[in-house]
């Protein structure tokens, strides 16, 4: 990708960013605000549904009140109060006083907890309403949420209930309104809410007992989560019902748990709120975002155009001067054609041309003379050593001249086998200088590592015996083939395996393993001699550099030469005293 391409996405990017932030604040802003008005209007909604019903159980309280100190009631009570008492003659009693009281609910009930009178369900006469002879201060409490019998079904109601006494015998007023739809139609609520009921009269959902202002409620499975909850634990819930596949048409339901006198759930009062408001909202402002977007990316294009025009091509051509550079032409010039900092910025690099061929000329001619000065250096230090023996050896045979035959004869011996092994020192000498300096281009080849391996370790086996050292060969299994030229690779090995020899004089172990991933196969060869310091690391591949008393200090130098020609990475993992890994890394073939 140019220039020119990024520099249109970078103007477009920016531009259709700043609008996508502005219109995503703007949305959560919108979205929190209408939450919080949401939120507000339930929670007006709640405190008006708790007045109203605190309104009826004060109602409904009050009315049996009056139910209970009239005095056609205390007539009642004494009338029932005698000794085996006829309750016959009462049995319509309760319906006559519901209707003119507006109760839905009235039931008489004998101090033994017998039913005299029922105007909901006249047939149970003669039952029994143990709970109501229950030692409570009945007078004290208010009416309250239970459930109540009816021929077909259980209702829903807000009951309240007084005593009457007369000689001695008491007489059980119960009477209440049903909590149906009736109550939710006097509800106030406003736009786009509405308000549910769930009676809980069974263990499971059942969407029957689910019911509004206008009866059941379509659907109503989809709210069975939200009131499972509630049942399960219960406190306030809210959740989003999605009717459709609409999201305008979907609401947020908040759920409120309705208990009874012993605080069971009796019911659950569901406020809906419809999302229909904040989701049109937000779609206009996604298009609105969106065509601003638009608008934005077309003056981001013209912006792009108009830079890019003034500022790619001498960009375009610093980039030319630059890869010329970086392929070894560094005399490369680019036209200065403005005073601007691109301008400055082409004179910059003609001035760093210009300065990095006159510091290339002087440091290849620097680089020269020390190669040189480095290379005497060494050849007289390595030769140094073999000639003084060569010296002592020629001047004790010069003595020797005037000594008798046999004595002559057992000197001569004795100095030319030193000549001999100084001069062979002298030519490995040689030789080690001359392979370093005409190191051959490796001929490449798919090669397995794991066979170069076994059989360099094959090679040292004798020496490694002698020396106390317990070779330990780790070979990957289907280790997969690199491009390698096996001699020169095998070399490379046998220098490790050698300085991992020198490193163990006292005997020890040496380990050789391979192992692969998904881009590399690598060879290890580790020691458990004294280790290196870090410094010492550093410069172990630094040609004519030693840690040994003898060597030529171009052992790990030619390691790394092959190893570099390979295409690979070699390195080494080292401290004091605890031994040393050579680790050398190749590409898969």
């Known amino acids: 990708m ?7 996405l970078v103007f477009t990017g920016a531009v259709v960013l700043a609008v996508g932030a502005v219109g995503w604040i703007v949305a959560a802003t919108t979205r929190r605000a209408f939450e919080s008005l949401e939120n507000q209007r339930v929670e007006a909604f709640v405190a008006q549904f708790r007045r109203e019903f605190g309104r009826r159980r004060d109602e409904i309280a009050r009315r049996v009140e009056r139910i209970a100190n009239a005095d056609g009631t205390l007539n009642l009570a004494i009338a029932v109060g005698v000794p085996e008492p006829d309750y016959s003659p009462y ?5 006559g006083l519901a209707s003119a009281h507006a109760l839905d609910f ?10 005299i009178s029922s105007a909901a369900w006249p047939a149970r006469f003669g039952y029994k309403e143990e709970w109501l002879t229950a030692p409570v201060e009945w007078s004290a409490h208010g009416a309250f949420l239970a459930r109540a019998e009816l021929p077909d079904e259980t209702a829903l109601a807000l009951l309240a209930v007084r005593v009457v006494n007369a000689a001695g015998r008491q007489l059980y007023i119960a009477g209440g309104e049903q909590l149906d739809r009736d109550f939710l139609k006097s509800l106030t609520l406003p736009a786009g809410m509405r308000v549910l009921l769930y009676r809980n009269l069974e263990p499971q959902f059942a969407p029957r007992f689910l019911s509004g202002e206008a009866g059941p409620v379509p659907h109503a499975a989809k709210l069975a989560p939200l009131i499972d909850r ?3 634990t219960p406190r306030e819930a809210a959740a989003t019902v999605n009717w459709t596949g609409d999201a305008a048409g979907a609401e947020t339901f908040h759920a409120f748990p309705l208990t009874g006198r012993q605080n069971d759930l009796l019911a659950i009062l569901l406020v ?16 609105t975002a969106v065509l601003t977007g638009f608008g934005g990316g077309l003056l981001g294009v013209v912006l792009a155009w108009w830079a890019t025009a003034r500022v790619t091509r001498p960009v375009e051509e610093l ?6 550079v970086a392929g070894g032409d560094w005399k490369v010039r680019v036209p200065v054609r403005s005073r601007d900092e691109i301008g400055r910025l082409a004179h910059a690099f003609n001035r760093m041309t210009r300065q990095l061929s006159e510091q290339r000329d002087r440091l290849v001619q620097a680089e020269r003379v020390a190669a040189w000065r480095e290379l005497a250096r060494r050849l007289a230090h390595e ?7 060569l010296q002592i050896t020629i001047e004790n045979l010069q003595r020797a001249r005037g000594l008798a035959p046999g004595e002559f004869d057992e000197v001569f011996r004795e100095s030319t086998g030193t000549l001999l092994a100084e001069l062979a020192n002298l030519k490995r000498i040689v030789a080690r200088f001359s392979d370093f300096a005409k190191m051959p281009h490796p001929e490449l080849q798919p090669v397995n590592l794991n066979t170069v391996v076994e059989s360099v370790v094959r090679l040292f086996e004798a020496q490694l ?21 096996p001699e020169q690779f095998g070399r490379a090995l046998r220098n490790l395996v050698l300085n991992a020899v020198d490193a163990m004089p006292s005997g020890g172990t040496l380990t050789v393993r391979t192992a692969a991933d998904d881009a590399v196969v690598r060879v290890e060869v580790s020691d458990t001699g004294q280790g290196l310091t870090p410094e010492e690391c550093e410069r172990l591949f630094t040609p004519y550099y030693t840690t040994k008393t003898h060597g030529t200090g171009l052992g790990l130098a030619i390691v790394q030469s092959v190893v570099s020609d390979h295409g690979g990475r070699i390195s080494v993992d080292s401290a004091p005293g605890r031994g040393a890994t050579f680790r050398i890394e190749l590409n898969r073939a």
Do not use: Y
């Open 230 to 232: 509630v049942r399960h």
């Open 91 to 95: 049995v319509n009693e309760a319906a």
């Open 106 to 115: 009235l039931d008489l009930v004998a101090g033994d907890g017998t039913i």
């Open 383 to 389: 030769l140094k050593n073999p000639l003084f023996p």
């Open 272 to 287: 809906g709120s419809s999302r229909r408001e904040l989701v049109e909202l937000e779609r206009f402002l996604l298009w």
């Open 319 to 324: 980039v030319e001067g630059a890869r010329a």
């Open 465 to 485: 015996a002698s020396g106390g050292i317990q070779p330990h060969v780790e070979l990957a299994a289907n280790l997969p083939p690199v491009q390698a030229d």
């Open 2 to 8: 140019n220039f020119r391409t990024r520099l249109l």
